[in-house]
């Protein structure tokens, strides 16, 4: 079916930079909407950004002005880029894909195992 990869994760120091990629692969008949996510252990999974197959962005309040998703529909990939990092953004960051594998198969939601991201003070 589908498999997704992230990749990009790392230590950083606050005020730096990284950039996360993520790859969908597999039998893919079209993707929706392809996001990254994060958590921190003991804490829920919360939604860090967004983007449809129209082109339409959504962030997190505590991101915003600071992370840009962007997508490349022709090779599904789905990428983040983090500027300006603090260390609250330390976190296990997820890619999801939400796609189908056959026109007549409802979409469904796909998840990697995540990528560490720490950011130091």
């Known amino acids: 079916q589908v498999q997704v990869v992230e990749s990009g994760g790392g230590l950083v120091q606050a005020g730096g930079s990284l950039r996360l990629s993520c790859k969908a692969s597999?039998?893919?008949?079209?993707?929706?909407?392809m996001g990254w996510y994060r958590q921190v252990t003991g804490n829920e999974r919360e939604l860090v950004a967004t983007?449809?197959?129209?082109?339409?962005?959504d962030y997190a309040d505590a991101v915003k002005g600071r992370f840009t998703i962007s997508r490349d529909n022709a090779n599904h990939v789905v990428s983040l880029q983090m500027g300006s990092l603090k260390p609250e953004d330390t976190a296990v960051y997820f890619c999801?894909?939400?796609?189908?594998?056959?026109?007549?198969?409802?979409?469904?939601?796909?998840w990697g195992k995540g990528t560490q991201v720490t950011v130091s003070s």
């Open positions: 983007t449809t197959s129209g082109g339409s962005t």
């Open positions: 597999g039998t893919i008949f079209s993707i929706n909407d």
């Open positions: 999801s894909i939400e796609a189908k594998y056959a026109s007549w198969i409802p979409a469904l939601r796909y």
